[in-house]
């Protein structure tokens, strides 16, 4: 049963930084593609960052040159490293997993941690 767990949201003010993570379990992470996604009240869930399991990036145009995302395969964490924030910044966000050798098979191949609150005040 694969499993993602969140940790780090919390309040910070413009400008300010914060760092994401989201522990792995139950799928082989290195093979893995991770994503974080957001989700604000009243918006639908948005994309902000992707990382391939061959590190490649893929970042929201919203949040490029602010955010980075990085993966430790060893401690099977991806990370979400949050720059120059903005009150636009504040929603839940999603540490998303996407296996392929699951999906090349036809299986349930995508999962979705529990979300963690990150909120940009003045």
């Known amino acids: 049963q694969v499993q993602l767990v969140e940790s780090g949201g919390g309040l910070v003010q413009p400008g300010g930084s914060l760092t994401l993570s989201c522990a792995a379990s139950?799928?082989?992470?290195?093979?893995?593609?991770m994503g974080w996604y957001r989700q604000a009240p009243g918006k639908e869930r948005e994309l902000v960052a992707t990382?391939?399991?061959?590190?490649?990036?893929n970042y929201a145009e919203s949040v490029k040159g602010r955010f980075t995302i990085s993966r430790d395969n060893a401690k099977e964490k991806v990370y979400l490293q949050m720059n120059s924030m903005k009150p636009e910044d504040t929603a839940v966000y999603y540490c998303?997993?996407?296996?392929?050798?699951?999906?090349?098979?036809?299986?349930?191949?995508?999962?979705w941690g529990q979300g963690t609150q990150v909120t940009v005040f003045s």
């Open positions: 998303n997993l996407q296996d392929p050798w699951r999906r090349r098979r036809g299986y349930d191949y995508e999962y």
């Open positions: 139950g799928s082989i992470f290195s093979t893995s593609h």
């Open positions: 990382i391939t399991a061959g590190d490649n990036t």
